[in-house]
């Protein structure tokens, strides 16, 4: 039982450039949830979903897509990334509401 | 829409000191609280929760009571240590339908320092 693991942990892009933040999870979560920690802002809502196949945005999902194929996976896209995208991103999943959610250990990006 | 509301920081205390870090909410019907703490250099881990009025969350010596009548989930501990040097989130989730439900709403976060 893994729980919930991000990868990669560290990035560096330059602007323009698109790429995929992985999250998995082992625990047959129905919820998963990304979000975006700032200096001073707390953790934004991205995008979140409460099962495969369905998604919904959440707080500041310009610039981010996502899909859910698999209750497993729950990827986050960069489609072309800005320099405020720079950011510690947060994946997190949950069985159900009452216990709360569950995080990964984040992936910290940077783009120049 | 929901939102949270913690006490500005940062919070510097000497060990054994009594340790309150406030929060209130603003939400529709009834939702569940947590506290998460971060630990330098890592991810969120849940601390503790309440989901009704009247609930109190405890963990590792640290607790918070669900009051609904002044919309608050204040964070205390009664003696803290260097090892509770941490950023501390509140958070709420939504369990009212609509577009909120299932959606968890942070705080700011608190930064917690306690020295020797």
């Known amino acids: 039982n893994a729980g919930v693991t991000q990868t990669p942990k560290f990035q560096v892009l330059k602007t323009g450039q698109s790429m995929t933040l992985q999250c998995a999870q082992d625990m047959n979560h129905e919820y998963m949830s990304w979000y975006r920690q700032d200096p001073g802002m707390g953790l934004r809502l991205i995008h979140y979903s409460v099962g495969a196949g369905i998604t919904d945005q959440g707080e500041v999902p310009n610039g981010y897509n996502v899909s859910r194929s698999t209750t497993e996976d729950f990827p986050l896209r960069l489609l072309s990334a800005a320099p405020s995208q720079t950011s510690v991103y947060f994946c997190a999943s949950s069985l159900t509401l009452a216990y709360g959610y569950t995080f990964g250990s984040g992936t910290r990006l940077t783009v120049v | 829409g929901n939102s949270v509301t913690q006490m500005e920081g940062p919070v510097t205390l000497s060990e054994e000191a009594f340790l309150t870090i406030n929060c209130t909410y603003t939400a529709t019907g009834y939702p569940s609280l947590f506290w998460y703490v971060q630990y330098p250099g890592e991810g969120l881990q849940l601390l503790l929760k309440a989901t009704k009025a009247d609930d109190k969350g405890s963990n590792k010596g640290f607790e918070a009571t669900y009051r609904k009548e002044t919309t608050s989930f204040h964070l205390e501990k009664g003696s803290v240590q260097v090892s509770d040097s941490a950023v501390y989130f509140c958070?709420?989730?939504?369990?009212?339908?609509?577009?909120?439900?299932?959606?968890?709403?942070f705080g700011q976060g608190t930064i917690l320092t306690v020295h020797p």
């Open positions: 958070a709420l989730l939504s369990n009212a339908g609509g577009t909120s439900y299932g959606k968890l709403t």
